[in-house]
């Protein structure tokens, strides 16, 4: 059975870190990524991690957020340094078993999602 659980979201003010994790059961995904969802805006891609290690970042993040995995613990981080006001949103884990032909970035791109956790950051 396929599940997906972040933790690690929390509030802080600007200029600070958060780390968030997800953790994935199941067999092996093709590619993972973090997405994000503020009120009355639509879902958007953040990061996005291959099984070869290829990242993929939203404009808005680089250079301040970085995905990894540990293949070992089946987790995906999302290391968020510099937050800003705008990084506020519900903050979601997917994953997909297969390679797919439209951006890493794209929600339709995913066939499993988690619960999502909260990232609040204060000015």
């Known amino acids: 059975q396929v599940q997906l659980v972040e933790s690690g979201g929390g509030s802080v003010q600007a200029g600070g870190s958060l780390r968030l994790s997800c953790a994935a059961s199941g067999y092996a995904y093709y590619c993972m990524g973090w997405f994000r969802q503020a009120p009355g805006k639509e879902r958007e891609g953040v990061a996005a991690?291959?099984?070869?290690?290829?990242?993929t970042y939203a404009d808005s993040v680089k250079g301040r957020f970085t995905i990894s995995k540990d293949n070992a613990k089946n987790t995906l981080y999302l290391q968020m340094n510099s937050l800003k006001p705008e990084d506020t949103a519900m903050y979601y884990c997917?994953?997909?078993?297969?390679?797919?032909?439209?951006?890493?970035?794209?929600?339709?791109?995913?066939?499993?999602w988690g619960q999502g956790t909260q990232v609040t950051v204060s000015s």
């Open positions: 991690i291959d099984s070869d290690g290829r990242t």
């Open positions: 997917a994953a997909d078993h297969l390679r797919r032909a439209v951006s890493d970035l794209e929600t339709g791109r995913y066939e499993y």
